[in-house]
């Protein structure tokens, strides 16, 4: 859990478990998988179980409890060591014991990904959640059927996309899902173009969201990223009248003043609706 997030477009960061597995171009240096190495811990990979978060539904109501009290809408990330919509996986404590079915009230992810959409989010009106994938494909097959039809309005569907071929091909998984939606865009390792149209659509890739988040990579072993490329996008959103927020070049250079753009979507306040 991360209360008051170092991560720059979000108040906090929320995990129900940790662990995950490489997807595609941008997990090349992940530093949830970095950092579960260091201690470790074998989370990443088709046939590891995760860790579960033991704080995870004590730390959210806490979030909700002081965003209540500010009268605010505060933006929660969910989630920063793991995938929200990857397939359910076997789960070990704290302890390190392994979670047995009918014995535990939780022993895969699955349980606490249904505990998260029918219990928290109803439950907590003074959050936005982000809920960032790189597995759209996945998401109407684990959200609550009633969230097709009427989808929470403290909820964001989002994807991470690095380069063209992972705009072409997640962004058009990510529009089958009903709800606002969002692009993290980091860490950018190519020049995109959205305003390029969906195959078989007359849509444009930018037409199907709702906010961009972008970026470079940071770390040790952080792949170049040119600033012409957050230019571009920061000029597609702007001429298309979507938010924008630019988060790094790479957490060493500085931002150019030009991309200095820090932009919300006006309905992650209070009283405010898409």
Same mark, same amino acid.
């Given at each position: 859990?991360?209360?008051?997030?170092?991560?720059?477009?979000?108040?906090?960061?929320? &995990?129900?478990?940790?662990? *995950?597995? $490489?997807?595609?171009?941008? *997990?090349?240096? *992940?530093?949830?998988?970095?950092?579960?190495?260091?201690?470790?811990?074998? =989370?990443?990979?088709?046939?590891?179980?995760?860790?579960?978060?033991?704080?995870?539904?004590?730390?959210?109501?806490?979030?909700?409890? $002081?965003?209540?009290?500010?009268?605010?809408?505060?933006?929660?990330?969910?989630?920063?060591?793991? !995938?929200?919509?990857?397939? @359910?996986?076997?789960?070990?404590?704290? +302890?390190?014991?392994?979670?047995?079915?009918?014995?535990?009230?939780?022993? &895969?992810?699955?349980?606490?990904?249904?505990?998260? /959409?029918?219990?928290?989010?109803? &439950?907590?009106? &003074? =959050?936005? /959640?982000?809920?960032?994938?790189?597995?759209?494909?996945?998401?109407? +097959?684990?959200?609550?059927?009633?969230?097709?039809?009427?989808?929470?309005?403290?909820?964001?569907?989002?994807?991470?996309?690095?380069?063209?071929?992972?705009?072409?091909?997640?962004?058009?998984?990510?529009?089958?899902?009903?709800?606002?939606?969002?692009?993290?865009?980091?860490?950018?390792? !190519?020049?995109? !173009?959205?305003?390029? +149209?969906?195959?078989?659509?007359?849509?444009?890739?930018?037409?199907?969201?709702?906010?961009?988040?972008?970026?470079?990579?940071?770390?040790?072993?952080?792949?170049?990223?040119?600033? %012409?490329?957050?230019?571009? =996008?920061?000029?597609? *959103?702007?001429?298309?009248?979507? @938010?924008?927020?630019?988060?790094?070049? !790479?957490?060493? +250079?500085?931002?150019?003043? %030009?991309?200095?753009?820090?932009?919300?979507?006006?309905?992650?306040?209070?009283?405010?609706?898409?």
């Amino acid at each position: 859990m991360a209360k008051n997030s170092s991560i720059e477009w979000t108040k906090h960061t929320l &995990n129900l478990w940790w662990g *995950c597995m $490489e997807v595609h171009a941008g *997990c090349l240096y *992940c530093y949830a998988k970095i950092w579960a190495e260091r201690w470790g811990l074998k =989370l990443w990979g088709k046939n590891s179980i995760r860790r579960k978060i033991k704080s995870s539904f004590s730390s959210v109501y806490m979030y909700q409890r $002081e965003a209540e009290r500010a009268r605010e809408m505060h933006r929660v990330f969910l989630g920063s060591m793991m !995938d929200i919509f990857e397939k @359910p996986k076997g789960m070990f404590d704290e +302890k390190g014991r392994v979670l047995v079915k009918d014995q535990d009230e939780f022993w &895969n992810t699955g349980q606490l990904r249904d505990k998260f /959409f029918n219990e928290v989010v109803p &439950n907590c009106p &003074n =959050l936005m /959640f982000l809920l960032l994938t790189k597995r759209p494909s996945n998401i109407n +097959k684990y959200i609550p059927k009633s969230w097709k039809e009427n989808p929470p309005s403290n909820v964001m569907f989002g994807t991470s996309v690095v380069n063209q071929k992972t705009a072409d091909d997640l962004i058009p998984q990510l529009f089958q899902v009903n709800g606002q939606r969002f692009l993290s865009v980091e860490p950018q390792l !190519d020049q995109i !173009d959205l305003t390029v +149209k969906m195959k078989g659509t007359d849509l444009r890739l930018i037409d199907t969201v709702d906010w961009i988040i972008n970026g470079g990579e940071s770390g040790r072993t952080k792949r170049p990223f040119n600033t %012409d490329w957050g230019r571009t =996008l920061r000029d597609q *959103c702007k001429k298309n009248g979507i @938010p924008f927020y630019f988060k790094q070049v !790479d957490k060493v +250079k500085p931002i150019p003043d %030009d991309l200095k753009v820090f932009e919300y979507p006006a309905y992650h306040t209070l009283g405010v609706t898409k």
